[in-house]
């Protein structure tokens, strides 16, 4: 389910500027989808402002979201994978940025538990931050599917 979820929702860049840019970054290509609108993007950014960087659920990668009545248009998930980390608040260092928009419980629930086994792995979050292509990307997401 994971794999066909992020199926041309992956980005690979170099650096960006802050961890804001980050989860902007990361969601571009939902909201240019309609999947999320410009509203979401605003409130995962807001919830680490109020709330701190508890969406850095393992060493490395930060789960962005915010409640689904702040602008899912539908279910959707998308990887951003940065060559240089990006500093979130409390100094956590994140390479992989992930914006999971759910609009009902069920796939949230099982989105959330695929999620969990692929970070789970510590060899798999560092062959995700070593790939230099979006296609070795899916790749390695499809074999953890």
């Known amino acids: 389910m994971i794999a066909e979820y992020l199926k041309d929702n992956l980005s690979l860049l170099d650096s960006v500027n802050s961890w804001e840019e980050s989860i902007a970054a990361a969601s571009e290509v939902l909201v240019n989808k309609k999947v999320i609108s410009e509203l979401y993007v605003q409130a995962m950014i807001d919830n680490v402002n109020k709330n701190g960087s508890y969406i850095v659920i393992v060493p490395q990668v930060a789960l962005a979201h915010a409640r689904p009545d702040n602008g899912v248009i539908k279910t959707g998930i998308s990887l951003l994978k940065l060559n240089k980390p990006v500093m979130f608040p409390e ?5 992989i940025v992930v914006v999971l928009a759910a609009n009902e419980e069920k796939n949230h629930l099982k989105l959330m538990s695929e999620l969990a086994d692929l970070f789970i792995d510590d060899k798999k979050i ?6 230099a292509s979006v296609d070795y990307l899916q790749q390695l997401i499809e074999k953890s599917d």
């Open 91 to 95: 100094g956590k260092s994140v390479n």
């Open 126 to 131: 560092e062959n995700i931050i070593s790939a």
